[in-house]
């Protein structure tokens, strides 16, 4: 069964940090570009970052820029995302995404940013 499953979520003061992590069975995660996108209530679904099957590569929104780091680790079929610097409107279900060829999204994980 083809499965990515999010942890590290969780609530944090802001100017805090979690890494979250996706750990993915079923398939090999390197032959996937994996992205995370995260959605507040009320909104739609946004793209945080994304990174290649190699690791080589990596985009940010702007609104993470400079703050969040995405990485991977394809030996432990798991990928990260660094979260520095965390502001209220970080507040989100944070999920990850497997894009072509498995494009399979994990269960999400919520991150509570507050004081």
């Known amino acids: 069964q083809v499965q990515l499953v999010e942890s590290g979520g969780g609530l944090v003061q802001p100017g805090g940090s979690l890494r979250l992590s996706c750990s993915a069975s079923?398939?090999?995660?390197?032959?996937?570009?994996m992205s995370w996108f995260r959605q507040a209530p009320g909104e739609q679904r946004e793209f945080v970052a994304r990174?290649?099957?190699?690791?080589?590569?990596?985009t940010y929104a702007d609104s993470v820029k400079g703050r969040f780091t995405i990485s991977r680790d394809n030996a432990k079929n798991t990928v990260y995302l660094q979260m520095n610097s965390l502001k209220p409107e970080d507040t989100a279900v944070y999920y990850c995404?497997?894009?072509?060829?498995?494009?399979?999204w994990g269960q999400g994980t919520q991150v509570t940013v507050s004081s």
């Open positions: 990174i290649s099957t190699r690791g080589g590569f990596t």
């Open positions: 995404y497997a894009n072509d060829p498995m494009r399979t």
């Open positions: 079923g398939f090999t995660l390197s032959t996937s570009a």
